[in-house]
């Protein structure tokens, strides 16, 4: 059973920083992207970043491209997302994912194309 636990959430100042990890466990990581999510109070899930199983390739959503990074270490089984220059539109719950299938080469952006989900982790940005 894979098994993702999201930390590193918090408040923080607009301006600030955060780094949110993930740890899977269940199965072999390093032979699956991952990808980060995010959902707001009253709007659906949406997609963040995404990561391909070496790390060599990555993409975000258009609203975050600049000012968060996605990493992961294989040998930690950990996926990483460092979060800069955050502002209060970017406060959610933020979810790490992973697919079922090792056939996508880079994380997808559609939600429904993962399988296994962490708890989430509250982001707040005040103003």
């Known amino acids: 059973q894979v098994q993702l636990v999201e930390s590193g959430g918090g408040l923080v100042q607009a301006g600030g920083s955060l780094r949110l990890s993930c740890t899977a466990s269940?199965?072999?990581?390093?032979?699956?992207?991952m990808g980060w999510f995010r959902q707001a109070p009253g709007k659906e899930r949406e997609f963040v970043a995404a990561?391909?199983?070496?790390?060599?390739?990555?993409r975000y959503a258009d609203s975050v491209k600049g000012r968060f990074t996605i990493s992961r270490d294989n040998a930690r089984n950990t996926v990483y997302l460092q979060m800069n220059s955050l502002k209060p539109e970017d406060t959610a719950v933020y979810y790490c994912?992973?697919?079922?299938?090792?056939?996508w080469g880079l994380g997808p952006t559609n939600l429904y194309e993962y399988d296994y989900w962490g708890q989430g982790t509250q982001v707040t940005v005040s103003s």
């Open positions: 994912a992973a697919p079922a299938s090792a056939l």
């Open positions: 269940g199965r072999r990581f390093s032979n699956y992207p």
């Open positions: 990561i391909s199983m070496s790390g060599g390739n990555t």
